[in-house]
């Protein structure tokens, strides 16, 4: 078991032959993905990494009977493509591009929900569940198979996470990232409930960053629903004030968003919270038990 | 992208937002001039530069005659500019504002901010016009008002009669002037690809007319690029010179006051290793994020920044390879050592993609000051280490 993805998921790549979408689509072919096709308009019938282009996703849905899409596109196109996904019935859309305008996403994301499509992303490493299916641009090689889950706003912090946790003897159920833009899709509220309800997740780590409050809401639903024991980091403990690091939805704008709050909200509801991303590996042994 | 008040105001006018009028001027002769123009006979010397709180800093004066005029902007202009938002080192002020002097009945707080949360733009308003907005929200939340906008049905009716009845408006004529103001800031925020609309003080004024004080604004910088006549407005004296030299080569660069520079891959890993030196005892110099196409010319540009910074006493690379390669890393730090001259000790930590090929390259170059970290948490001991002559 895992959440979102596995061996048999159906994956279309939208902006497939581009170089980006190219390079990826490659790699995750590679990790074992059930690529069945890819999108680009006007390249319809050619093939592409030994599978079909398709110029619209609706034609690739008809024909593969793919429910995820890996999203490539430029960021002006973004919007577009999320909006086709979901005009097309697509059920997950991974938005693996940088840069997309706020506005777009705004609207993009209200078409996604309404046509109950989800979206990871965008500006995220992806989702991938160990050793069955990849859908983004992460190493991996480092996603042993085992019994955490992971949920991270940052892509490399996934990585350095999901490293540790394998270096301890434990592995990966399904790894997160869900990108740290201002308006992004599933966010640790949707997430943790769906490792909750996995029954091989025996532990969650979740990483998050300044700004925002979507730490606060995790708190909150934590203690209300979740009884599997999390390990939190948040980055930007020394950040300054009103810098933007980086994400776009990674600055402190008045006294909300700090990493304080949200590490003491955090420990209030019982999760364990460490002040190095370096302890991520040890506190995860630590709740679950050395192996 | 943040623009000044005069810009904004530009902004305003376009879409019949009131205003008080106003010129900018560059010089001392420049802002009499316009101060004729405008005729007073009251007028106010506004400094532009891009921070708020400039009124307390001693950046914004009434002036009662044209001689007035000319003093004030001429202890304005050039003048190093200190306010809460500024830090201690201040801004040097290069423009000033002209503007006519307003009959201020009343002073309110509007603005429009992208609500995470809700995922829509919001319309703040207060009665406690002219305070420092987060202080409001401290204290006495309570009169702070929230509209949120579904962008697909747009600013309608009812969202105009919760502002004007939340901000105690009665007068009929009132009601209608403010409700057609927020609507006009609204599709300006949308049009635009605004991030945020400030306007504090919005007055109201003897006559009951409603106007905007002051105004700042900030744009989405993913969206830039289909606004070429706000890209214009960008001021580059506004910005850290070293912050726009990195960005011009993919890094993301904020320098801080501590001792150990750092270069990263990844925003949140840059972070995380900011607090994890924090955590051990040492002081991170800046953050900097090499991106997801590093190589080894923007490697080299790196160190070459970090190293302007005198107070650096030692560097951690800390690179989780995913996309970037660790082995191109590698190179770009032998690059660095033969176009600068790198004499602070160098902690490097590469995990992930090509790692072993890059342990290689880094052990056959035997380079003195390269020391290897072997995993995040011993690569900033040592930085922290080194930091301290104690490695």
Known sequence: MSILVNKDTKVIVQGFTGKEGTFHAEQCLAYGTNIVGGVTPNKGGQEHLGKPVFNTVKDAVDTTGATVSMIFVPPAFVADAVMEAADAGIELAVIITEGAPVRDMMYAKQYA??????????????????????????????????????????????????????NEGFGITTAVGIGGDPIIGLSYKQLLPMFEADPETEAIVMIGEIGGDLEIQAAKLIKEQITKPVVAFIAGQTAPKGKRMGHAGAIISGSAGTAKEKMDALEAAGVKVVVSPAEIGKAVAEVLGKK | MNIHEYQAKQIFAKY???????????SVEEAVKNAEELGGPIWVVKAQIHAGGRGLGGGVKLAKSIDEVRELADEILGMTLVTHQTGPEGKLVQKVYIEDGADI???LYLSVVLDRAAEMPIIMASTEGGMDIETVAEKTPEKIIKVAIDPSIGFQGFHGRE????????????????IKFAQKLYTLYMENDAEMIEINPLIKTGSGDFMALDGKMGFDDSALGRHPDIEAMRDISEEDADEREAAQYGLSYIALDGEIGCMVNGAGLAMGTMDTINYMGGTPANFLDVGGSANAETVAKGFEIILKNPQVKAIFVNIFGGIVRCDRIANGILEATKITDVNVPVI?????????????????ANIDNIIVGTDLGDGAAKAVAAAKGEL
């Open chain 2, 163 to 178: 502002l004007v009845f939340g901000l105690g408006i009665t007068d009929k004529a009132e009601q209608g002037k403010m």
């Open chain 2, 16 to 26: 019949g937002v009131p205003t008080p009028k106003g010129k900018i001027a560059h």
């Open chain 2, 105 to 107: 009945k009343d002073e």
């Open chain 1, 113 to 166: 929900v309404k046509n109950n499509m989800k979206t990871i992303g965008p500006n995220c490493p992806g989702v991938i569940t160990a050793e069955e299916c990849k859908i983004g641009i992460m190493p991996g090689m480092i996603f042993k198979k085992g019994n955490v889950g992971l949920i991270s706003k940052s892509g490399t912090l996934t990585y350095e996470g999901a490293n540790q946790v394998c």
């Open chain 2, 348 to 364: 490097v930590r590469l995990d992930g993609t090509n790692a072993p090929e890059a342990a290689e390259i880094l052990k056959n």
